[in-house]
């Protein structure tokens, strides 16, 4: 094969008019046209002087052209590196200039914002709108609508997908054409796709949840998915009866099942609901089958790693676990301090090996070096037990991670923002339930002076360099932090005292 990755998604579609999306507007995008719009951005790139291997960013909204953007990556051997809609320049402009990306494609709303970015990092710009249109379709339009395919080996680079740290620093997670491809094929085969299925897409297509799993997934299956911009309660349950399968973030169906709309008459064609990204409450999954008759299949993975375990398709799907390791998965649980495998039924660190674990951090060794071991295995960061039926139970995390709403914050990197604020002498910043988001995050600041911190400068100031979902929801003044008698803040009795803080009735 000339480029695995391109070959088996794209590739063989060449002259198929088979539908591939559905759009709002009833239209549909057949998978000869989408090929056709590839390959001419793939021209416009090669044109413009990318070369194989280097990375090209995007921070577009989610449209057929957008997702096109990442097959001319694919067949052009260009290192597609999706972004979050929400990140401020502030944030754009360490992505474009720590994995200097040749090329910054942007809504023509934010141009005037990165521009000084990307002439900063020497990098090109161009924009694509919501509708289509920009620089890049202008350009795009004049040029032929097939494209040789540049040949990649399964080892090359296919994706960066940047995942945000501990420090507060993100790292790009370099994935290879056989994570991906590898991913794909399991997942198929596992949750038996086809090419009968419609996919409700109201995914966003910047994360591996609704970039690599549903659209890869689809592709590899042959069918096809209803393409939605976001979602929107009304318009999922209006699209619903013209799906067959849906893959969403728990949010999704916490909302849906708070719609008096949803139930088992809107639901009984579907032949699958999946869940992932977050944990998906026990009362949800039971109360979805007291609704629907359905049960939810729940599955665990991660931007490293692709999907690493799944409930079964055929057999018990059991709720408050994320199934199985899927095959060709390795998955054990380790010793924090020692690394040595524990017994079934001992909490520990949860370890997972195979084709899907990616290839280390971009420029980052000594990052690499302590999350992935020489032996191939990735230390997840995920606390997890093994039951004595092989079902995974994820009970925690031991990194200092906040999931909302199926994205990730990382304390530090608002508690870096916080402490610069006038008025504050230190901060803190945990996660607590929510009943919409699962979580969300509450800042503590203890006062620097007698004045203190003006709350509403600061939440100013947090807009203009962290991306919304990043927000502390609230910002909470204590006199002093609590502290352990070696000095280090106790955010397990900031979680427990705030606890109800967004839930009490
Ligand atoms: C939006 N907001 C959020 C938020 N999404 N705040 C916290 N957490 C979130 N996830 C903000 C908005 O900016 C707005 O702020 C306010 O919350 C209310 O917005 P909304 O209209 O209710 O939000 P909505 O647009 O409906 O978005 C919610 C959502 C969306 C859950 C639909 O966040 C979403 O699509 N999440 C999916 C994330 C995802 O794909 N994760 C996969 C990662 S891959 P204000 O202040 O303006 O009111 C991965 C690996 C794996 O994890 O295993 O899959
Ligand atoms: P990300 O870095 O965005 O890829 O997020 C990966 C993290 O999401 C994992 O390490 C888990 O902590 C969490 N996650 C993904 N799926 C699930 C799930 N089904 N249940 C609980 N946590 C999950």
Redesign the pocket.
């Known amino acids: 094969m000339t480029n695995p990755l391109y070959d088996t998604l794209f590739g063989r579609y060449a002259g198929k008019t088979t539908p591939f999306l559905h759009l709002a507007d009833g239209s549909t995008v057949t998978h000869d046209d989408f090929l056709c719009l590839a390959a001419q951005y793939a021209h416009v790139f090669r044109d413009a002087g990318i070369k194989p291997g280097d990375r090209l960013a995007v921070q577009i909204e989610k449209s057929p052209q957008a997702l096109a953007i990442y097959a001319a990556c694919v067949q052009s051997g260009i290192v597609f590196l999706p972004l979050n809609t929400a990140y401020t320049a502030t944030e754009i402009s360490y992505f474009v200039e720590n994995s200097s990306a040749k090329i910054l494609v942007c809504d023509s709303a934010n141009e005037t914002a990165l521009t000084p970015i990307t002439q900063a990092a020497g990098a090109l710009l161009e924009t694509l709108d919501a509708d289509g249109f920009g620089t890049l379709s202008a350009q795009a339009e004049t040029m032929p609508n097939s494209f040789p395919t540049v040949s990649r080996k399964q080892d090359d680079l296919a994706a960066f997908?940047y995942?945000?740290g501990t420090t507060g620093r993100s790292k790009g997670a370099m994935l290879s054409q056989q994570n991906l491809l590898s991913n794909a094929e399991t997942l198929v085969d596992y949750w038996k796709f086809t090419d009968q299925d419609v996919l409700l897409h109201a995914l966003p297509i910047f994360?591996?949840h609704g970039l690599f799993v549903a659209t890869n997934v689809t592709l590899l299956a042959g069918g096809s998915m209803i393409f939605m911009p976001r979602f929107n309660l009304d318009q999922v349950i209006e699209q619903l009866p013209h799906a067959t399968t849906m893959m969403g973030v728990p949010t999704f169906y916490t909302r849906l099942l708070g719609d008096e709309r949803f139930t088992k008459s809107l639901t009984q064609h579907m032949r699958l609901f999946i869940?992932?990204?977050?944990?998906?409450l026990a009362d949800t999954h039971i109360q979805f089958e007291d609704r629907t008759g359905l049960r939810i299949l729940?599955?665990?993975?991660?931007?490293?790693t692709n999907m690493n375990t799944s409930n079964p398709y055929g057999g018990e799907r059991r709720a408050g676990t994320?199934g199985l390791p899927l095959p060709g998965v390795e998955l054990k649980i380790t010793d924090a301090a020692t690394g040595d495998t524990l017994p079934d039924g001992e909490i520990g660190q949860i370890e997972v090996r195979g084709p899907n674990v990616f290839q280390g951090y971009w420029q980052m060794p000594g990052k690499t070096a302590e999350e992935l071991r020489a032996d191939g295995f990735f230390i997840?960061?995920?606390l997890g037990v093994i039951d004595k039926d092989g079902y995974v139970q994820?009970v925690g995390?031991n990194?200092d991670?906040i999931?909302s709403g199926?994205?990730?914050i990382y304390p530090k990197e608002v508690e870096l923002v916080l402490d610069d604020q006038p008025g504050v002498l230190e901060s803190a910043v945990v996660g607590v339930p929510h009943p919409d988001f699962g979580e969300t995050v509450v800042g503590f600041l203890v006062a620097s002076d007698e004045a203190g911190p003006d709350l509403d400068a600061i939440s100013k100031t947090v807009g203009d360099s962290l991306a919304r979902f990043k927000h502390p929801k609230k910002l909470i003044v204590l006199p002093e932090l609590p502290r352990n008698t070696m000095g280090k803040v106790q955010k397990n009795l900031l979680r427990k005292d705030y606890a109800q803080l967004f839930t009490k009735p």
């Open positions: 997908l995942t945000s994360h591996t869940s992932g990204s977050a944990p998906l729940e599955r665990y993975g991660m931007t490293e994320v997840t960061g995920d994820i995390r990194k991670l999931i199926g994205y990730n």
